[in-house]
């Protein structure tokens, strides 16, 4: 019979394989079964001048299926928009397409994620001389505090048919097809996501509550103000539908995720201001988060393993071994929101300072 330490060892092998490639790399996984339907869920109201909204989707990990939250995220560079990420059907099984930043929104699927994002195009806002206004008609937003708005009453097609699926092609799938813009866009220069965006899908990955085998498609934080204010999130109102994945695939236990199953600290955004000196100091600033952080995940993993090796020796019980997985999952979780809202500080703070204006904290 395996031990606990072998089971944990292969799953932090099929994590960091799976991993790195569903939430991070350009159509870096591909499997046989198709994502969840889209939870419903509340858009948390903007909160700041700048922030744009990015919707929620399901990715894919050691334990199955996972819902990375929505959340209102700021732009890398002024005039960039969100394409969000997809999963498509090709060759007989499902590829996973990242999202990116771009000066166009391109292709995500057809996928009627909400709240401007109705299968082509973005219709939430749009910017105008170095500022971005928001269409009041589809997001939520705080007239009294944001200014920037504009009134565009929406004709969603996609409207006519209820669903929540959440991928394109294949059986049940959306069967929308890319138009001549969003090739274009495809080719235009493109912005991987922010190292907020990918702290927050970390700190995603360590929750067990955004697994589906937990939440069975209804997940409790649907969506956030900000990246990683989990403590702070909107719940899904009720699952998208129902969800039958097919019996053969297989699930792994719902384990707790420790640091060394994490990816590592991803690396800071390069700062785009258009001020050589200034990108500069904030690249200085940046590179300082970045090595506290990849020092605390080091730190703390070094700890659980040390965790391990005690109570191996000590031939704990069971039901110490469960508090102490209980523990590390918690410090894990902790850690990668507190991660995620040290680097969302840290570029507010940069991008308040370019515009002159009050920090958003």
Known sequence: MFSI???RSLLVIIAMLVISAASFAQVGISITIGPPPLPVYEQPICPGDGFIWTPGYWAYGAYGYYWIPGTWILAPTVGYLWTPPWWGWEGGRFFFHEGYWG?????YGGINYGYGYFGHGFEGGRWDNGRFFYNRSVT?????????VYNTTVINNNRTTVNRVSYNGGEGGISARATAEE????????????????????AAFTNPELRDSENHGKPTIAATPKAGAFNAAVPAKEAGGT????????????AAVHA???????????????NTQLDQK?????????????QDHEQLQRQQEQDHQRLEQ??????????????????????EQRHTQEAQHLQERQQSSVRGGPSRR
Request: aromatic share 4%; hydrophobic share 25%.
């Open 282 to 294: 904030y690249q200085q600033q940046q590179d300082k988060l970045y090595a506290k952080q990849q």
């Open 140 to 148: 939520n937003v705080n007239v009294t505090r944001i200014t920037n």
């Open 243 to 254: 969800y039958k994945p097919a019996n053969n695939v297989p699930r792994p236990p719902n």
């Open 314 to 335: 000590q031939h704990a019980s069971d039901a110490q071994k469960q508090q102490m997985e209980q523990r590390h999952q918690q410090q894990t979780q902790q850690m």
């Open 103 to 107: 000066p166009h929104v391109g292709f």
């Open 183 to 202: 090739e274009a866009a495809a080719r235009d220069s493109h912005l991987k996501p922010t190292s907020v965006q990918e702290h927050h899908a970390q």
């Open 260 to 274: 060394s199953d994490v990816r590592s600290v991803p690396r800071p955004t390069p700062p785009k201001t258009g």
């Open 5 to 7: 330490r072998a089971i």
